[in-house]
């Protein structure tokens, strides 16, 4: 089955304005699914299989995108959880009694392990060791500015270390407000002079920062809590140097925010804004991942939601549980938590709009038509002046459009779930171009009826079934049923290599049934059915 192509820039609030000039590592970790996608939509015929590939984006960009100077983009880090191994204090031993026929004997010294001598690193010297620099940011009340790169592959990269980071002038001056740390992914790492280890621990904050992309530049606080991401950009080390102390501005603004926060002697309700005004700065990734101890207060000094920050920040909290059921595929998953953040958390405007979107996402992969367009619909209906509006009203436009005139007045009806815009009424408006596909294996008992609005004399019914193109979607075993009042259905005719047909002499029908009577793997196509 093809899966449908989802415009970007609305689900959950949650995607991120970041820079992604540079290349991609054939070898490097897949990007994460994408929770939306923008394409043109096209219709597609049923198919032998029943999945298709997912595209995925160039490896190698042609060239550098620009950075927006002034709101920098931020990147969505997974938080780890490793632990850094601490240096062990052996407890001191007890001396052994001596033996009273031998030489008294002094006690020897409590054996301890030393801790390791600390890595010195220079102010004005870019260093691999991650652990060290962490340490270091902390003591001297400094960021961290992390080099992810592939020193020897990367063109990208090697301009950047040629043009910037590789410049005297730029290592000191830079040096004085951040620790440098170059993290490589080099293709020969003997000559790079990366080691295993090097590599392990590498690949492992790869992973942690979710980088994709070479050069990724990260602005993190002293702990590693990242608040800004750039790459590439043109003009030599002043002009980045100019770039990145703009970037870094950001930082110092939010542990400002967080610092007035901190005070008692504001209100609660003003502390719990302030709290807000910060992490409003940063994705919803970003928060639930680095920034739980804000949250944390937030719901403390709003218990009863006056200011409305504490359902703003649990519903975060849910809307990163439901992306890594998204990421993960777990559909049912995602679907479920949405449902009982809309009962347990009421929310309206853009809140609402962006939960139903999320579902309306998980109902397409669960293969749910009618859920997914009441779901569109709800979105539409929570905020529809907004921007992302626009975008859900694009989107019914194409996958959900007005239902194709009928060839008579009548009603459709079937229990057969529907695969993306293939319509019941395509299965009868007069049309064999167009047809009606189901949504998975066709049961015995499924069945689709047509009601008429008025009872009409008819001579003759023809059902056609199955795809032209690919000889599928048949109905390899079935009745043609006609009822006089809707209510009651007798058969009057039978499928034989996927076409009904029955023979009527003028019988007054109010409604028409078509009906499987064994199961079947193949998704149901129905191109026409005929009155005459």
Request: proline letters at 7%; charged letters at 25%.
């Amino acid at each position: 089955m093809n899966c449908r192509v989802w415009i970007a820039g609305v689900v959950m609030g949650c995607l991120l304005a970041a820079v992604s000039a540079g290349c991609r590592k054939k070898d490097a970790a897949p990007p994460p699914q994408a929770a939306v996608q923008s394409a043109s939509p096209q219709e597609v015929k049923p198919a032998e299989s029943a999945t298709a590939p997912i595209p995925t984006a160039a490896q190698e960009p042609a060239k550098p995108v620009a950075v927006e100077d002034a709101k920098p983009s931020i990147v969505v880090i997974p938080e780890s959880k490793d632990v850094p191994v601490q240096t062990a204090i052996l407890p001191a031993a007890k001396p052994k009694a001596p033996d009273a026929a031998a030489e008294p004997v002094a006690a020897k010294p409590p054996v301890t392990l030393k801790q390791e001598k600390p890595v010195v690193i220079a102010d004005d010297a870019w260093t691999q060791d991650y652990d060290a620099a962490i340490k270091k940011a902390i003591a001297e009340n400094k960021d961290l500015l992390i080099n992810f790169t592939g020193s020897d592959w990367c063109p990208w990269c090697v301009r950047l270390e040629d043009e910037v980071f590789g410049k005297e002038e730029f290592k000191k001056a830079a040096g004085k407000l951040f620790v440098l740390v170059t993290l490589d992914f080099p293709q020969n790492p003997v000559k790079a002079k990366v080691t295993e280890a090097m590599q392990a621990r590498n690949q492992k904050l790869q992973t942690r920062y979710g980088v994709q992309g070479y050069p990724t530049i990260l602005l993190t606080d002293g702990r590693g809590r990242p608040y800004a991401q750039t790459a590439y950009k043109e003009g030599g080390p002043d002009k980045y140097l100019e770039h990145l102390t703009t970037l870094q501005q950001v930082g110092r603004k939010i542990r400002e925010l967080f610092a007035a926060a901190g005070k008692a002697g504001t209100p609660p309700a003003d502390r719990a804004k302030l709290y807000d005004q910060g992490l409003s700065q940063l994705p919803p990734q970003v928060i639930t991942e680095f920034y739980q101890d804000q949250i944390d207060k937030i719901i403390e000094l709003d218990p009863q939601n006056q200011t409305g920050l504490k359902n703003k920040y649990l519903l975060t909290r849910q809307l990163n549980r439901i992306q890594v059921a998204l990421d993960g595929k777990n559909y049912a998953g995602a679907r479920d938590i949405i449902d009982a953040a809309i009962q347990a958390l009421k929310p309206t405007g853009a809140e609402a709009q962006n939960l139903y979107f999320a579902r309306a996402q998980t109902m397409h992969y669960l293969n749910d038509a009618a859920g997914e367009k009441e779901s569109l619909q709800k979105a539409l209906d929570a905020a529809p002046t907004s921007e992302a509006a626009t975008q859900i009203r694009r989107i019914m436009d194409v996958y959900f459009p007005k239902p194709p005139a009928l060839a008579r007045p009548a009603k459709i009806q079937t229990n057969l779930k529907t695969y993306q815009t293939f319509l019941p009424e395509r299965a009868f408006d007069g049309d064999q171009n167009s047809y009606f596909w189901a949504s998975g294996e066709t049961k015995a008992g499924d069945q689709m009826t047509i009601t008429l609005d008025q009872p009409a004399a008819l001579q003759e019914i023809g059902v056609l079934t199955g795809s032209e193109q690919v000889q599928q979607g048949r109905l390899y075993e079935g009745v043609v049923e006609v009822s006089e009042d809707g209510q009651k259905f007798d058969a009057v005719g039978e499928f034989r290599d996927g076409l009904g047909y029955a023979k009527l002499n003028g019988r007054t029908v109010k409604a028409v049934r078509i009906r499987c009577t064994k199961n079947q793997t193949e998704w149901l196509v129905v191109r026409e059915i005929e009155l005459k």
